[in-house]
């Protein structure tokens, strides 16, 4: 099974075989045994873990790699599986975390063995003000998502103009479709606004932030804009320490979840929010250089009665373009966990089929102890 046995001899004007042509690729690619433990490597593996051949060999995915995004191991163990994951945060060995474009595929004829395959993308290409790349000369660096948002927005911003110019001039009767059209410009800005928060690089600085007035300001949004007859319980711990958070990323989070929570449960007899504090102890991740722990003793809670997300939804909520709305995107919560890790925390997701609850936790540091 090995991929490599002695790809670094070869003759001159020598065809070359499978097995040299893998050694070539620049893709790193690890050969994994139905137990997932590295049987071969190419030598691009090799370069990026910064480990020879003998040493990678007979370790564990588990010993070498700690992937931000669950779904990979997931699928891993699954051993027939093909995944393609983009810009996934992965710490290799104890390393800070890079990201990769990850892939997974299972050896054909060979059960259970499997390819795992990682390349270092060097995310969206960088356009300069003469077009040639950003290597290519001088300019002014732009990222492709601002370009594409920017030559949208211009045109949407002129077609919502002229709709509201005609608005005004239109009977009571035809302004049904100057709103239709003002309306949809809202929510393809608003998608747009949403895609290059996914695409943004850098991280709004975390710092010192009072849990309970992100909620209260989150709440307050939220019941402006959309006045219904969901109520919104609040228990909260009023010994909470402050939380290492951006105070306005924290809103856009929580409001995310209210939103979510109050479509959820809207058509419910009685349509019930609850948003919980607590201490949770034994919460931690691995953060920076030689992974030191870093606790998350915070737990906020949104919960609702909704009917609950579709149970083959549940994986993968957190993924981009996933959603159980007929008329959403599956960006909010995508978004919601980008926000969430960027504040070195953590969300996930659970149901109580017992009492008919739908739960979203996020579990945030203690100001003062993030290294």
């Not at 070869?10 to 070539?24: C, F, H, I, L």
């Not at 045994?33 to 049987?39: K, N, T, W, Y």
């Not at 892939?103 to 003469?130: F, K, R």
């Amino acid at each position: 099974m090995s991929l490599l046995p002695d790809w670094r001899r070869t003759e001159p004007g020598q065809k070359p075989d499978p097995k040299r042509v893998v050694a070539s690729l620049p893709l790193a690619l690890l050969q994994l045994d139905p137990e997932l433990v590295v049987a071969s490597v190419n030598p691009a593996a090799e370069q990026l873990m910064g480990q020879s051949y003998r040493r990678l060999v007979g370790k564990s995915v588990a010993e070498l790699f700690e992937f931000e995004e669950p779904l990979i191991l997931g699928r891993l163990a699954d051993g027939e599986a093909n995944l393609f994951a983009r810009g996934v945060g992965v710490r290799i060995m104890g390393q800070p975390v890079r990201t990769f474009d990850v892939m997974t595929s299972p050896v054909t004829h060979c059960p259970g063995w499997q390819l795992l395959m990682l390349h270092e993308g060097v995310g969206v290409e960088a356009l300069t003000g003469d077009g040639r790349g950003a290597g290519g000369g001088e300019g002014v660096a732009l990222r492709a998502p601002e370009v594409l948002a920017h030559e949208i927005k211009n045109p949407l911003a002129g077609i919502r103009g002229a709709a509201q110019l005609l608005d005004r001039k239109l009977s009571e009767r035809d302004r049904a479709m100057t709103g239709l059209i003002t309306a949809e410009v809202d929510r393809i800005a608003k998608l747009i606004d949403q895609m290059q928060s996914l695409s943004r690089r850098s991280a709004e600085p975390a710092q010192e932030c009072n849990l309970h007035e992100a909620v209260r300001r989150a709440e307050a949004v939220l019941v402006a804009g959309h006045p219904s007859n969901v109520v919104i319980e609040e228990e909260f711990d009023p010994s909470l320490p402050p939380v290492t958070a951006n105070a306005d990323s924290l809103v856009q989070v929580l409001l995310n979840l209210l939103s979510n929570a109050r479509e959820a449960c809207q058509h419910q007899l009685q349509p019930r929010i609850s948003v919980r504090t607590r201490f949770a102890s034994g919460i931690q991740l691995h953060v920076g250089p030689g992974g030191k722990p870093l606790r998350l003793p915070i737990e906020l809670r949104v919960s609702d009665n909704g009917p609950g997300i579709d149970p083959k939804l549940r994986d993968h909520i957190f993924e981009p373009f996933v959603t159980g709305k007929k008329s959403g995107q599956g960006l909010g919560l995508a978004l919601v966990q980008k926000l969430v890790r960027e504040m070195n925390g953590r969300i996930t997701h659970d149901r109580d089929e017992a009492n008919g609850l739908t739960h979203f936790r996020i579990h945030l540091p203690v100001a003062g102890s993030v290294p």
